[in-house]
Each structure stands twice: as C-alpha cells, then as structure tokens.
Nanobody
Framework: QVQLVESGGGLVQAGGSLRLACAAS????????MGWFRRAPGKEREFVAA????????VYAISVKGRFTVSRDNAKNTVYLQMNSLKPEDTAVYYC????????????????????WGQGTQVTVSS
C-alpha cells in the first residue's frame, strides 16, 4: 500500500506562485499514475491535474490550464504541482492521489479512478 505525503502549501497573495510536492513511499512508484485534486470550503473535491506513469502525458482542469503544471521525478518517488498566477478561487486543500495503472500512457481524470490518497495540504490565496 502506497503512502502519500504532500508538502508546500501555504499562504500567498493573488498572482503569486507555490509548488506542491507529494512524496510516495512505494518503491514501485512508476506503476502509478498520479493526480492532484482540491476541495474548497463548502465544495466537493474536484480534479486539478494528473500525469501518466511515464510522465509523458498530462491532463488539466480547464480552470487551471495554462497556470498549473504537473510533473514527476520517478527517481525521487515524487510528483509536483507548480501553481502560478494564483487566484483567490484556488484556495483549497490540495490532495495528491495514486492510481495503480497498467497503461503507462493513461491519465486518469476521475476521483473514483484513484486508489490511494494523501492527507492534503492547505493553499490559501489572499486578494
């Protein structure tokens, strides 16, 4: 069972940047597609971005496309979410998730696709 630990959240002004990291305990990290989700106060958890096992394919929510970038370093068992041009509406708890995936190029985009979840890290964007 893979354990996921997020870091890098915090308080930032609108227009600023943050980079989230998610470290996985599993030595077979490359067998997992990885995703980022978020839950804003009073809202459901929603998809943000995801990356395939190989790192060659990525998918983004429309609301973050062009501002956020997901990447992974398989040698470090870590996935990242670079967030630029942050807006107050990006305020949420951000979660990383892992999907044990046979297809190295597939990028899962649904919450139900993912098998393992981190505890989340708070991102607050002030106006």
């Amino acid at each position: 069972q893979v354990q996921l630990v997020e870091s890098g959240g915090g308080l930032v002004q609108a227009g600023g940047s943050l980079r989230l990291a998610c470290a996985a305990s599993e030595r077979t990290f490359t067998t997992y597609a990885m995703g980022w989700f978020r839950r804003a106060p009073g809202k459901e958890r929603e998809f943000v971005a995801a990356i395939s096992r190989s790192g060659g394919s990525t998918v983004y929510a429309i609301s973050v496309k062009g501002r956020f970038t997901v990447s992974r370093d398989n040698a470090k068992n870590t996935v990242y979410l670079q967030m630029n041009s942050l807006k107050p509406e990006d305020t949420a708890v951000y979660y990383c998730a892992a999907d044990l995936q046979i297809n190295s190029a597939y990028v899962p985009g649904r919450l139900s696709d993912y098998d393992y979840w981190g505890q989340g890290t708070q991102v607050t964007v002030s106006s």
